[in-house]
Nanobody
Framework: QVQLVESGGGLVQAGGSLRLSCAAS????????MGWFRQAPGKEREFVAV????????YYTDPVKGRFTISRDNAKNTVYLQMNSLKPEDTAVYYCGATMRFATMPAAYDYWGQGTQVTVSS
């Protein structure tokens, strides 16, 4: 089992920044690729970014490229999502997930956190 706890969400004005954190416990964190997803009201959960177990590889959905950065610190069992130049359309609940594959589909993820709300005002 892997337990994931997100933090760092909040209310921010358009153009602002937030850094989300996802702390992991349980099985060896460095065995897993880690992803961030988001879900807006009435919409399906969508992929945001993924990072490989080593941190050497990352991949982003097009709408966040150049604005969001995913990173990880395996010594701290934590993955981060730095979000800059936030837009109202980034408003959603953000979830981190752990997977044994470098994947963008939610079904590939074995463990999920409870989510953290990000609200961007215009």
């Amino acid at each position: 089992q892997v337990q994931l706890v997100e933090s760092g969400g909040g209310l921010v004005q358009a153009g602002g920044s937030l850094r989300l954190s996802c702390a992991a416990s349980g099985r060896t964190f460095s065995n897993y690729a880690m992803g961030w997803f988001r879900q807006a009201p009435g919409k399906e959960r969508e992929f945001v970014a993924v990072i490989s177990w080593s941190g050497d590889s990352t991949y982003y959905t097009d709408p966040v490229k150049g604005r969001f950065t995913i990173s990880r610190d395996n010594a701290k069992n934590t993955v981060y999502l730095q979000m800059n130049s936030l837009k109202p359309e980034d408003t959603a609940v953000y979830y981190c997930g752990a997977t044994m594959r470098f994947a963008t589909m939610p079904a590939a993820y074995d463990y999920w956190g409870q989510g953290t709300q990000v609200t961007v005002s215009s």
